[in-house]
């Protein structure tokens, strides 16, 4: 069965330090995968997407990773804040007749403390 | 500014009656766009696709006829959940995706709907 998986629930970081989010995925052949930062009681924002034959994109403190071998995504906070404390979903979009639709992971909540 | 507007933010509404939510595309046209649920602590959804001009299409165990999606404008589709109950009670958001900003996806701010 398919399966997207965001490693772990919670993750707590020094300010300043950099933060590391994985997200694994089984039985998908993902066009695009995206990264999303969520804030309570808000809908998600869109940080970063990344395509099937893409390694690696920066936005300022952001980096992705993309592994189709390993099937997995790394995504990093650098020099992380207080204010980057907020969940974070990893989402696969399939592309072809599904295009736009997006199955994403269950988040982690990440929490930067002072 | 904002690109996706939902409305309402949060509604209240009785056992056994309908609530209609709204998803405004903003900035551009939208021929298609979709609808997610998100349960507390837990992650979005995907319940159906809503596409301008025809029917809406539904993900696999969401109820068509409870669920009902209508989507009469570009830049407009309307989620009603009918005969709502207490387990229907969730946030409701709504996405598009602008091509022409590489296909990035946009989400509303979501609907929170809570049914006594």
């Known amino acids: 069965s398919q399966k997207i998986e965001q490693n772990s629930e919670a993750l707590n970081i020094q300010e300043g330090k950099t933060a590391t989010l994985t997200c694994n995925y089984t039985?998908?052949?993902?066009?695009?995968l995206q990264w999303y930062r969520q804030d309570p009681g808000r809908g998600p924002v869109f940080l970063l997407l990344i395509r099937e034959n893409e390694k690696e994109k920066r936005k300022e403190r952001l980096k992705v990773t993309f592994d189709t071998t390993l099937k997995q995504s790394l995504f990093h906070i650098t020099a992380s804040q207080p204010a980057d404390s907020a969940t974070y979903l990893c989402?696969?979009?399939?592309?072809?007749?599904?295009?736009?639709?997006?199955?994403f992971g269950q988040g982690t909540i990440l929490t930067v403390h002072p | 500014g904002a690109v996706v507007s939902q409305h309402p933010s949060w509604v209240i509404c009785k056992s056994g009656t309908s609530v209609k939510i709204e998803c405004r595309s903003l900035?551009?046209?939208?021929?298609?766009m979709f609808w997610y649920r998100q349960f507390p602590k837990q992650s979005l959804m995907l319940m159906a696709t809503s596409n301008e001009g025809s029917k809406a299409t539904y993900e696999q165990g969401v109820e068509k006829d409870k669920f009902l999606i209508n989507h009469a404008s570009l830049t407009l589709s309307t989620l009603t959940v009918t005969s709502a109950h207490p387990e229907d009670s969730s946030f409701y958001i709504c996405s598009v995706q602008y091509r022409g900003r590489g296909n990035t996806i946009y989400f509303g701010e979501g609907s929170w709907l809570t049914v006594v």
């Open positions: 989402a696969l979009m399939t592309g072809g007749t599904s295009y736009g639709k997006l199955t």
């Open positions: 900035d551009f046209q939208a021929t298609t």
């Open positions: 039985n998908y052949s993902p066009a695009y």
